[in-house]
């Protein structure tokens, strides 16, 4: 007999029907914009409060409890939640997320039936992206998904070292300077040392010149050092910005070095026909990033690395210990991945494609790009707001208001981004751009309409007139 105490048990089925009421009022609210973001209420900053509780209560009070407190959270599911690289929290990927959570299936080891939904779901994602992956898996996110990549780019250049350690050897990484500094992390904890990251100038379109980098690894090669990778960004988090993979993938095999595509934002966009020819040279490279959890759509945590060469990553990872069965016919993922228990994320994305179809999501990501010369276009016409001189490449379009006599340009910036992310009607997040101050919204949402593209330059506008660096 289960433990009383930590059962639903008769409570189950009212349990289920009002989470489900919370989630349908939610799903519906996201339709829409808000005009404004709820605040938290005195009510709420007291449950937050609370000390631990030694006995439970009603759990469809905890559900409102719950519900309420992410209802005055910021959500990127919200229509004009435009900072960062936010995504939509994909209604199946939220009953996706409930379904493997109630099974609490663990990918450490041959799971059956999961594991090889697991599979399918790479297979379906590299045919999907138009890359033609051996293997891959699942991870929290595109940083662990680019150390994953690096680890076993590192295995290749120098082998062994998993077990020997780098004593010696003076590994080094090549990436465009505005790559996402997750790089720069796997540097880091893979004891190549973020020192060696060798951080490559970008061209007028803000993308990784391929000249230098094969000047750099020519350097480094003469003076000993021992290149591990390439990592080419397809659509950099300042702008969008996509190197030139083909450039890049010749520059790789020249110096036979591994060439890795941390797509983690931008990926998707290479299924979208009028962009694919951005991402010539993708199915030259060894591994690739991408984030379902962006540009997918799906709900966090759901990234997953692709490679091509399916011993590698087993040449990296493989243990054998006496209390880890070795069975089924695939490597088991423990033997292809950097963490041991693994819940089932590809199970959201499985489900986006099952419910939807890979033409929907294809369409939806396309649309976001359009959003995007949109917002361009409309910026550039509008007195005062000021644009980056090329077009956007992907769904990033900083921009920034500027009124005529402003003293202060990114004093101003700042305050107006301060004012937006206040009133709630958008949200949108700062970036510095050149040493300049920019707001920097990125459309990764499949709710975004035209009509919210229109709200951001109107609610922009609004707010700037009335910030302090105008009037002292
Ligand atoms: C290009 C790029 N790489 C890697 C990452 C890291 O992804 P995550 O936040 O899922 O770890 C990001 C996040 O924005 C990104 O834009």
């Known amino acids: 007999m289960s433990h009383p105490g930590l059962s639903l048990s008769t409570e189950r089925a009212g349990a289920l029907h009002h989470a489900f009421e919370r989630v349908l009022g939610a799903w519906n609210e996201f339709d829409h914009a808000r005009e404004h973001e709820t605040e938290i209420s005195p009510q709420l900053h007291k449950l937050l ?18 519900a309420d407190i992410l209802d005055a959270s910021l959500a990127q599911s919200r229509p004009r939640y435009f900072a960062f690289i936010g995504s939509s929290g994909l209604e199946v990927g939220a009953l996706a997320d409930l379904l493997a959570a109630t099974y609490d299936t663990n990918l450490a080891v041959d799971a059956r039936a ?20 051996q293997t891959g898996n699942f991870t929290s996110g595109g940083t662990l998904s680019n150390i994953t990549a690096l680890a076993s780019a590192r295995e290749r250049a120098l082998p062994g070292s998993r077990s020997t350690g780098l004593a010696g050897a003076r590994p080094t990484l ?6 996402h500094y997750s790089i720069t992390r796997a540097a880091e904890v893979l004891g190549i040392g973020s020192n060696f990251v060798r ?77 694919r020819a951005l ?4 199915e030259e490279a060894d591994s690739v990033t991408v984030d379902c959890h962006k540009w997918m759509f799906v709900p966090k945590a759901c990234s997953a690395v692709l490679v091509k060469d399916l011993g590698s990553l087993a040449r990296t990872f493989s243990h054998d210990e006496a209390y880890m069965p070795h069975e089924g016919e695939h490597y088991n993922a423990v033997d292809i991945t950097l963490e041991y228990s693994r819940p089932l994320r590809a199970l959201k994305l499985w ?35 000021e644009t980056l001189t090329n077009r956007p490449q992907l ?3 900083p921009f920034r208001v500027v009124p005529t006599g402003c003293p202060d340009p990114d004093a101003h910036t700042s305050e107006l981004c301060a004012r937006l992310q206040f009133d709630g009607r958008v949200y949108v997040s700062p970036a510095t751009i050149d040493g300049e101050i920019w707001l920097r919204p990125c ?22 007139r009335e910030c302090s660096t105008l009037h002292g």
């Not at 090549?174 to 790559?179: D, F, L, N, T």
């Open 49 to 66: 409060e609370s000390p631990l509780p030694d006995t439970g209560m009603d759990v469809t009070g905890v559900i409102d409890q719950a």
């Open 114 to 133: 999961a594991t090889a939904l697991e599979w399918q779901a790479v297979t379906w994602l590299a045919s999907f992206l138009g890359f033609p992956a």
């Open 174 to 179: 090549y990436c465009s300077r505005e790559a």
């Open 199 to 275: 951080a490559i100038e970008i061209d007028g379109e803000r993308r990784m010149r391929a000249d230098r980098t094969r000047e750099a690894l020519a350097r480094d090669l003469a003076e000993g050092y021992s290149p591990v990778a390439i990592i080419a960004t397809a659509g950099t988090t300042l702008t969008g910005a996509i190197d030139p993979l083909d450039e890049l993938a010749r520059v790789a095999r020249e110096f036979n070095v591994w060439l890795h595509v941390d797509g983690a934002y931008g990926l998707p966009a290479a299924a979208v026909d009028a962009r």
């Open 279 to 282: 991402f010539t040279g993708l």
């Open 351 to 385: 489900m986006a494609f099952a419910v939807h179809g890979a033409s929907a999501v294809r369409e939806a990501v396309g649309i976001n790009c359009d959003q995007a010369q949109m917002l361009y276009d409309w910026a550039r016409v509008r007195p005062h707001f």
């Open 395 to 397: 769904s990033i379009v």
């Open 443 to 464: 459309f990764t949402n499949f709710r975004t309409t035209a009509s919210d593209v229109q709200a951001l330059l109107d609610v922009a506008d609004e707010l700037g």
